[in-house]
């Protein structure tokens, strides 16, 4: 089974003479898989990104860690091709007045800026992000899949564009270092990655998360939310330190299933 790592809780360190090649019992230690589901409309998942990335820069054994991404779609019953603006979208779903919306965005602005990331409260919009998830799969098939992320991140929070155009969202997936011509032919094919985005989507439902990001260390160890880094430190360290028998297993601010997000107090 999984253990759930919170916030708060301790994580012994690696002891100084374990350098990571040979474990306590002479074998060699494997990588540590590190798999994150989330998706580009969430901000928790951006700011979460960023604090793992710190999280993990940190930790003593970071270049046996392999990271994968995983989709996870906040409103999969969005209509493609259909859009609102993210403002709109919160005032709606909050029963809050437009000016208490943007308010909300302002305070989660604040927070990701705090990790050096921009992020624009105004111009943004909110719709069916499926095309995107398939394209993150051809990324991954190409060895490209965390500058796919990070682009798709950039562009959604950062930049006056929008990934829910389809010129956009091909043109952001060359950035990444995709071919063009691959790109529009699995955007002009909707069954094209489709069963891998639905596979990661079935599996998140088996392993309990309701909401993104969620990280999953080794099958063993998870962690839910946009944590600090130094949680994200300990957790990794916990999870090396405990993963000789190497088998399968399983709050901080997150976006659940609804595509609410949590938003930081005054």
Partial sequence: MFRQVVEGETAAAPPAAASARP?????????????????????????????????????????????????FELDPNSPEGSTAPVVEMLAKKYGRTLEEARGMEEHVAATARAEGLEYRTEGRDHGNTFDIHRLLHLAAARGLQEELLDRAFRANFAEDRSLFDAGVLAAVAVEAGLDEAEVRAVLADGTAYAAQVRADEREAAELGANAVPFFVLDRRYGISGGQPAEVFTRALEQAWEGR??????????ACDADGACAVPQR
């Fill in 244 to 253: 000789e028998a190497a088998e399968p297993a399983p709050a901080a601010d």
């Fill in 23 to 71: 474990s306590a019992t002479g074998k060699r230690r494997r990588n540590m898989r590190v798999e994150i589901w989330s998706d580009v409309a969430c901000p928790w998942c951006y700011i979460g990104k960023a604090r793992f990335t710190k999280g993990l820069a940190a930790f003593a054994h970071r270049d046996q860690v392999e990271v994968v991404f995983r989709s």
